[in-house]
Every structure is written in C-alpha cells, then in structure tokens.
DNA sequence: CTCATTTATTAGGCATGCCTAACAACATAG
DNA sequence: CTATGTTGTTAGGCATGCCTAATAAATGAG
C-alpha cells in the first residue's frame, strides 16, 4: 500500500511545491524543477498514478490524499533539518537546502519527533516557511508579496521564497529575513525596483526578488 | 576517478568492518553481512576491483589505499552520526546504528565537519569505537576481549562490537558501556559463563557475549 | 582417493529511473 | 487556413544493482 522510494518522495514534494505557487501543475514544469527531461517525467507520472499518489486529468496534475499526505511528511523533515543545520550545527540560512534535500530522505519518523523536540518545536523553516505537524497540519499566514506594496506601506517578512544561495547570502547582507519589518519607500515606475528601507538603511529591489519575499 | 554511489559506500564500509574482524574478507561473509546474495556481491567485487578501490586476489578481498580513505570517510560519518543522535538528540545507544546508516550517505563534508565541531570533536562513537579524524588517522588503542581475562583481573571497558538493539539495551541494564570497570569474579569451565563484578553487582554472562566487549 | 560440502562465478533476468528521437495534439500568429 | 511552437507521449535504450539456477573449483571427511 505504502510503497515508496526516494525518488518518488521528491516527485510527490515538487508536486505540491509547485501546485502552491501556481496551478495547475504540468509535466513540463515539473521536468523543470526536477532537472529531467519530460519523458521521464511522463513515466514516473503515470506510476504515481498507478499507485494513487496523484490523479492526471485535463486540467494538470493534482496529488491525491494520500499522496498529499506524504508530500507533507517530506516537506516536515526537510524543514526540520534546515532548522537542525542553522540552530544546532550553526549552518547560515543559505548553507541549508541542499543538504536537507538529501537528509529528508533518510530521517526516520523517530529522528523527525526528536529534532522537532530538541529544537522546540518550531513552526518554521530559516526561510519563514510553516513546518507541517506530526499529523499534517500546515498553518499559513495570510501573506502577500513585497512586490504589491504601495509607496509608504510596510510589512514584516514572513518568508522567502528563494533556495539560491547566493540570491539568500545577498538577501541577508540587506538584513532582508523573517521577522524583520520593511517599509516600501517608493516604487520606480515601468516595472522598476523598489526603494525599500530595512532597519534604518535604503536599498534598491528588483520586481523580481521583490516578489519572492512575502509580507504580514 | 572518484564515481561513488551510497551502494559503493556500503560495500566499502562493510569490508573495512570485516577485515578489522577477520582476514581474509570472502565473498560469502561480505554476502552475509550486507545481506545479499552471493553473486550479487562478487558482480560488484569485480567493479570496485575496476575502480581500483579493492584488490581481489587468491587471500581474499583487500581495500586499496583509495578504497580505504573512503570507508574511513564512511565511517566517519556513521560514528558522528551515532554521537549526534545520542548527545544531541538524545537517542539510547541501541538505537542509533540503524539510523546512522542512512545518515552516513546523506551527509556533505562540511555537514561532517560541523557535527564534529558542535560536539567538541569527540573521539569515539556512543560504543566506544573511535572516530577517524578528518584526515582519516584512526587512533586504535590495545584492547583484549572481556572474555579472555582470568578469575580476579580487571579492565575498562573500551568498546563493545554489537550491533543488534535489544543486546545493547540489556548490556545498558547491566552498566556494560564503554568507560566502566569490570572485574572478572570467576571463569566457569568448559566454555561456559564468567562471573563479572560491575559497579558492586555481580553478574553471569555468556562467553559469546564477552568476547564482543573490549577491555584495557 | 573419492564423495560431499562449501565457496565463487557465469548466465540470464528483472525493476527502477533515467535518456534521446520521433510523433501527435493543440494553440496561436500571420 | 496554414505554419510554428509548445506540450505530452511512445518507442527504444541504457546503467545500476539486485535475483535465481546452474556450474566450476576448492576443501574436507571417511
């Protein structure tokens, strides 16, 4: 019934990764951000399907309960770990993606339960993302892109949506992290940046990146 | 020149354990040990033989000096992982193999060098075996089984080469764990129990037993 | 010395997951 | 309406690592 390798624990994990950034999800976007091609994608695809993790009609792809469930399961371990590496091995918030790719798949539900104590039990991951618990439960912040921010509006940082390592060592170099409150300056015209001032200092910010960094 | 897979690893680890045991290392034994069967094992001999990693001569399987350094980096990386779990996460000494098994592959030299660092770079393992150092110097002290000491000698016990959790935790019942004195009360002939005398109680225990625990 | 057991290997398969090349199906721009 | 591009799938392959069955070689017991 269960029948699950690590493979389809990272497939099942972009699934639902992409199907909150934007649905539906297509095999082509999901080749994208597994770095493989579509073919192989259709495959494993059409196993998942086989196996009930997720339902593949018109309109995209969809995980299904069950399939949900273990994307949520992974999605706890890694969060966990990146929280491991930054408050007990001192690893920066940029150093920590990566590595808990590949420690999610090999943290036993006990290990996942003692992380999660040692640690206190956080909410989230360095990034501000919400760390699913023991029985699933995701709680999400009504939160809305820097980006949409009117001149003379201000937030504070709940997350960002970023796994580059050197777009987060920048980030962090303007302070640009969770909990911190930005006030939107000004908004250049056309698409341009915004002037943002963060803990007394001025930066310019792409649309871009601006849009990565979701507010309270 | 390196191609590594966590299988590879596995295999590499398994006859480094095997040959500190016993020489020569045979297929069969290293079959038993990974729990495979035979030909699966000597496929696999033949293609670390190809990647220079092992020699396979008429005297049984042998580690080059490449193949080695990266069991040493395996278990390296298995024995921080067991002291992570135990001092940091708080696992009982029985419970940790398993688990360090799958960690050891998913773990990133820097992961390595950050756990070994936040535990004060500890020289052994939560069963007394010692840590190779990043450079792979393993410092082996001279130890004798338990079970070879006479009526009235004593040691300390350095490690104990066990593996399976319920004889951990029973050793653990009796205060059998690295660093404590033992004192041998009396040999019972024909292969049969020694008394010992740990911390002020006495207790019968098995031959096959003793032998699996090292003493200075 | 011979028969039997253990030990190692060859032969032939299989599942998993990946690939490229080729094709089909649809949208849309001209 | 046709040409072009995007998207998804089939077809055919390949590498990794495992398996069983059969065979060959070495060891040991009577």
Redesign the pocket.
């Known amino acids: 019934m269960e029948a699950d390798?690590?493979?389809?624990e990272?497939y099942l994990e972009s699934i639902y990764k992409l199907q909150q950034e934007k649905h539906p999800v297509?095999?082509?976007?999901l080749a994208e951000h597994l770095?493989?091609?579509?073919?192989?994608v259709?495959?494993?695809?059409?196993?998942l399907a086989g196996k009930d993790l997720i339902s593949?009609s018109e309109k995209?792809i969809c995980l299904t309960e069950h399939g949900k469930t273990i994307a949520k399961k992974v999605i706890r371990r890694h969060r966990l770990s990146e929280r491991l590496l930054t408050d007990i091995l001192g690893f920066k918030w940029d150093e920590v993606h990566e590595e808990a790719c590949r420690l999610e798949h090999a943290i036993s539900p006990e290990m996942e339960e003692r992380i999660s104590e040692s640690l206190g039990n956080p909410k989230t991951c360095p990034h501000g993302h919400p760390i699913p618990d023991k029985d699933g439960v995701l709680i999400t912040e009504k939160v809305r892109p820097l980006s949409e921010l009117k001149a003379a509006q201000k937030g504070i940082i709940v997350s960002v949506f970023e796994e580059d390592p050197k777009m987060l060592q920048y980030l962090a170099t303007l302070g640009l992290m969770p909990d911190v409150c930005v006030r939107v300056e000004e908004v250049a015209p056309f698409g341009g940046p915004l002037i943002v001032c963060v803990s007394g200092s001025r930066y310019a910010l792409g649309r871009e990146v601006a849009s990565k960094i979701k507010v309270k």
Do not use: A, F, Q, V
Request: aromatic fraction near 0%; hydrophobic fraction near 15%.
């Open positions: 390798t690590p493979r389809i990272e297509s095999t082509s976007r770095k493989l091609s579509p073919p192989s259709s495959e494993m695809i059409r196993k593949h995209g």
